[in-house]
Each structure stands twice: as structure tokens, then as C-alpha cells.
């Protein structure tokens, strides 16, 4: 139960895009200081994050969508 929780594609995608926009107000922030800080690292893991669901999500949308054209050809 709880791996398909820890698995599941758009819980991380969500998750992603919360510490990718929360991270990104930060970044954004320490514009004037050239300091580095963890929020820095925290929006690239966010990027990777996002890009390693897309291709999750892309594939059950394509299932979904053979699955709508069998529905149709019946």
C-alpha cells in the first residue's frame, strides 16, 4: 500500500511542482545575494522530479487513450 502511494505519478508530479514553485519564490528572492542555499538545490531536485514523472504520466495517457479507441470501434 504504502509503495503504491511512494509511486504513484501524479503525487510526485504535485509534489514537484509545490517545492518547484516554493523554491523558485526563494531563488528568486536571493537574486541580490550570490550566496548559494539550499533552496537552490531543492529547485533543481525539483526539475528532475517533474521531468522523471512526465514520461509515467505520458504513458498511461496513452493507454487510456487505445483503451478509448477500443470502447469506439465497438
Known sequence: ML???IENPYLNLI????????S???VSL????????????IFIF????????IP???HGLKNI???DSIVESK
Open 30 to 41: 536571493s537574486f541580490k545575494d550570490p550566496s548559494l542555499g539550499a533552496h537552490h538545490g
Open 3 to 5: 509503495n503504491k502511494i
Open 15 to 22: 509534489s514537484g511542482l509545490i517545492l518547484l514553485i516554493t
Open 24 to 26: 523558485g519564490y526563494e
Open 46 to 53: 525539483s526539475i528532475f522530479q517533474i521531468m522523471k514523472t
Open 65 to 67: 487513450q487505445e483503451a
Open 56 to 58: 509515467d504520466i505520458m
